[in-house]
C-alpha cells in the first residue's frame, strides 16, 4: 500500500517540531496516518510519544495549522472510560 503524500507531509511537520525524535519516526507517521484519515481515536500504549497530554497538545496545533483534525490520542483505558482519576 502507498503512502498519502498528505501522511508524509504531516509526519515531517512533527519530526521537524522535535517533538517526536527522529528514532522515532514510526510514531510521527501513526499520527499522521490517523489524522489524514479522519480517525476520531488513535489508541495506543505508547505514553511515551503518542498518549502523552504534553505532546498530543502541541500534535493537534500542528494538525490545526495544516487545517486537519487531529484524533484524540489514548490509551484503551482512557478511551474506555476504565481509567479512574483522582482529582
Not at 500534535?59 to 483522582?86: A, F, R, W
Amino acid at each position: 500500500m502507498d503512502i498519502l503524500d498528505e501522511v508524509t507531509t504531516l509526519s515531517s511537520h512533527i519530526l521537524s517540531s522535535g517533538l517526536i525524535p527522529q528514532k522515532a519516526s514510526t510514531d510521527a507517521t501513526h499520527i499522521a496516518i490517523a489524522a489524514i484519515h479522519k480517525m476520531d481515536f488513535l489508541m495506543t500504549w505508547n505514553c511515551r510519544h503518542l498518549a502523552n497530554a504534553v505532546i498530543a497538545i502541541e500534535i493537534n496545533k500542528i494538525c490545526q495549522d495544516l487545517e486537519l483534525t487531529c484524533p484524540v490520542i489514548c490509551t484503551p483505558e482512557v478511551l474506555m472510560g476504565d481509567e479512574k482519576y483522582d482529582y
